[in-house]
């Protein structure tokens, strides 16, 4: 069977592809490890080597973008970029304006922090960034959300006191907590949300949409994608 799917995606992969076409990878550059800027000043992490592999498979040339999330959206409509790979869940609402690839990251949690463990999370003050899954949840949670175009900013307000907690993917607080020294703490349970992490497309772009789509189904059939992931976010890591 896996040898079928294989099979399957390298065709998919190749058919159509004869110069090497170059596409242009809009990315946050500030959601480590998914992607942040380098000392380099270049995008590094988790995506920047998983889109660089899918372009390679693909016979296609990546060119990387950087964008403010709060505007990632609008310009991929504007034609500034191909494709949007910025930890990006997928959702119904964005399937509305968007087409997603598969997942290349599987469901993970979202989780509290604060600065200490008995926060207030369903009544007091929790930050979250603009536009995400975390800020539609604390919005309809009880809680006051407090909105931040940054997710370093999401987390500063916690630190000066401004917010009760932050909410986020967990894989990116997580090294926030270990590094803090214990000033930064989890608060309540995990959360599941979201279909997982897809590249977001246009929506008439679906020759381009199918080639990175194989590219994900061949490093998910032999194992690659998985240890792309562990390298990135650890071993215990959500997985395929």
Known sequence: MKRLILGTAILALSAGVSLAQTVRMGTEGAYPPYNFINDKGEVDGFERELGDK???????TCEWVTTAWDSIIPNLQSGNYDTIIAGMSITEEREQ????????????????????????????????QTGTIQAGYVAESGATLLEFATPDETVAAVRNGEADAVFADKDFL??????SGGQFV?????????GGVGMALRE???????????GIAAMKADGSLNELIRKWFGADAATF
């Open 54 to 60: 899918l372009c390679e498979m693909a016979g296609l």
């Open 97 to 128: 304006v968007v087409d997603f690839t598969q997942n290349y990251f599987p469901p993970a949690a979202s989780a509290y922090m604060a600065l200490k463990a008995d926060a207030d999370i369903k009544g007091g003050v929790v930050a979250a």
């Open 174 to 179: 997580a090294p926030v907590v270990a590094e």
């Open 186 to 194: 989890w608060a309540g349970e995990d959360v599941q949300l979201g």
């Open 204 to 214: 008439s772009d679906d020759e381009l949409r199918a080639k990175f789509d194989a």
